[in-house]
C-alpha cells in the first residue's frame, strides 16, 4: 500500500523527469527505511535539475496509530554533501543557530513530516547526500549517490 508521501515524491520524480533535461538521472531517490515494529518509514529524494540542487527527506507514520517524534533541540534535521573521496563539502546546519529547547512532532496514523532544503554546488562530479531526521526515538539516516553535470 502507497503511503500519502510515496505517491507525491513519485508524481514529482516523474514530472522532472518528463520536463527535465535528458542528462543522466536528474532524480535520485534513496530506497525507504523502517523502523522496525515502529511503522515509521523514510524516504529521501535528490533532484538536480536547474542548477541548485533540492533535497527532501520525508518521515511517514505507516502505523495505524498517533506517533511522537522526540527532538532534544531546535534541530530536526540536517543535510550533508560528501564529494567523491568522502570529504564533506556542505552541510546545511553549518553556521545555523537553533533552540535548546526540546519538541515534538506528532504525525497521525499514514501521516508524513517533510524537511527540504536547497545547495548550490561550486563544482559538477559524483556527490552522496547524507540525509538525517535528528529525532530521538526515531532517528533516520539515509544516503543517496548523485552526480553534478
Avoid at 22 to 41: L, N, Y
Avoid at 50 to 78: C, W, Y
Wanted: glycine fraction near 6%; include cysteine.
Amino acid at each position: 500500500m502507497l503511503s500519502r508521501i510515496t505517491v507525491p515524491l513519485l508524481a514529482a520524480a516523474a514530472l522532472v523527469f518528463a520536463c527535465g533535461p535528458r542528462t543522466p538521472s536528474p532524480v535520485a531517490i534513496a530506497r525507504p527505511t523502517s523502523g522496525v515494529d515502529r511503522g515509521v518509514t523514510s524516504h529521501v529524494m535528490v533532484d538536480t535539475t536547474k542548477g541548485t540542487v533540492r533535497f527532501a527527506i520525508a518521515v511517514t507514520n505507516e502505523s495505524r496509530k498517533r506517533v511522537e517524534l522526540t527532538f532534544p533541540h531546535g534541530q530536526t534535521h540536517d543535510f550533508a554533501v560528501l564529494d567523491a573521496r568522502g570529504r564533506e563539502v556542505w552541510r546545511w546546519s553549518t553556521g545555523r543557530m537553533f533552540t535548546q529547547a526540546m519538541q515534538n512532532r506528532l504525525l497521525d496514523a499514514r501521516d508524513a513530516a517533510i524537511y527540504t532544503e536547497k545547495w548550490r554546488p561550486d563544482a559538477p562530479g559524483q556527490y552522496t547526500l547524507v540525509a538525517e531526521l535528528l529525532s530521538e526515538n526515531y532517528p533516520v539516516q539515509q544516503r543517496v549517490a548523485f552526480s553534478l553535470q
